[in-house]
């Protein structure tokens, strides 16, 4: 397992630096992943102006409070805690495990779900309430049917 | 409005089918459910069938088709993992509206073996193992692992739920395992998403449940003797929680339905004698005791360390075997759970038997989220 840490790493450390070369010609992994021609990728959130509950993903009516068309654009932080997590040893077929599946609740707002990188698989090494930050990179070299690429962001410790 | 009296009720032996078809195992259970009431289908007024996997092809009237044509009302319902409960609540509105006065309600489920949840797919690229985790074990972790950031909760106090439900199932001869695990042998099983291993997962099987529900009034003409009360009849979706899109709540939901399901009983958790609920992992199974009020918040580990919820306990929690080692056939779940009650409230539930148990509550959830809670009491 220990081996096949080092290896994530060195994989990510790889991702870290295909992303640094541009954004030019990748897509994002999810609509909420916001991929500008130029400057720094965001995750974005949709915010209800009336009671302020944060969404993923567009939409004109809040589930919280039930205001139509009160929404309003978000840039997320990249900073946040963690809340939850799980470390995954079995997942589909083709899927490197173990991974952290992590739940992080942004500074400001929104909470979202993804792999919390660079720390090694184990419950000693993960604290809740830990502080991480969002980082983006290639999706894992994940290609759709097309062979387009993919970015996707990660959690990493602060 | 009538009250609601369970008359018949059975499950088949968990187990699995290769060779037969979802009708097949579901005509099973509704004909011992039958048997069960004393009555026949010609006597059924209605009928509602729970079922996922084939939720598109008319499950109930391919039963019908097995076991009698007498062209009955038929409704088929999917509900994720609350399929049968809500078949059995759908039943129990109709004669609670005194459209009728005996009707079926039948849960069946073939499974396939393996992982159950998020693949993917759609467009794009899958997301599984780089957005984090879809899969039933690893949510129901996340939600385990919460209850750990707020209380302390251990990887071994999850895993002790798994002893104890093993354990009961061992007095369940319609149990698909009957097999004694060890706290050792729960801990260092495969570990599939921490802190679940292996054996924390619940078994995906075949299997069927049926009950026929009549109304006060059939009830006192058949015979009350082994009539079981349907004392209430809850259901609740998923109200709006913070982390909402990211963690498929499974406490505000059975929050909701709990305080429905006392309010219309008229009753507390401490006028409960025995709970199955929704152990569909052994994290979930702790959560529940707070949700459904058997403990204050931040005492459920407390519950489990000090054999509360054990047979012979305080109040005893899935002296079936829990889905965990009774086994999980998704639709059929829901109305295994009220046998199970029902075998207790009437005495017959063997060497599990809750001693003097008057009155049983059921509880599932299915994510997404629909989460049905039934009170059930000895007439
Ligand atoms: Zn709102």
Redesign the interface.
Known sequence: MYLNYKKNLFQCYLKHKYFYGGNKNM?P??DYLIVPDKGDPYLEGHKCNVCE?I??GERTVC??CFARDKMSKVKLSNNGTL??????????PG???P?I???V?LEDGG?????LINVEPD?DNVD??MKVKVVYGD??G???KDGNS?M??FFEPA | MSDVYVLGVDMIKFGRFPGRTVPNIGAEAALMALDDAGLTIKDMQAMYCGNLGQANAMVGQRILQEIGQTGIPVVNCANACATGATAFREAWMSIKAEMYDVVLAVGVEQMGKG?LGG?GGG???????????G?M??VF???G??H??KYGTT?EQFAKISVKNHHHSTLNPKAMYQIETPLDDVMNA???????TKLMCSVNVDGSAAAVLVSEKKAKELGMQRAIKVRASALASDP?T??????PDVNACTRLAAADAYEQAGLGAEDINLVELHDCFATAEMLHYENLGLCKDGEAGMMIDEGHVELGGKIPVNVSGGLLSKGHPLGATGIANIYEVCSHLRGEAGKRQVDGARIGMTHVIGLGTACAIHILEKS
Not at chain 1, 111 to 115: L, R, S
């Open positions: 897509l992994a999810v509950a969404f993923l589930s919280k809340y939850s997590y799980s470390i995954v040893y079995r997942s589909f899927i490197d495990v991974y599946s992590a739940l609740d909470t979202v779900k993804g792999n419950p809740f309430g999706a894992l994940r290609k759709d993919y996707s962001y | 992982l693949a467009d794009g690229i899958p997301k599984e193992g780089l957005l984090g985790s899969t074990p690893c972790a996340e939600a692992m919460e750990s950031s990887f495969e570990m599939i998403s921490y802190p679940n709006y913070d982390r909402d899109l990211v963690m």
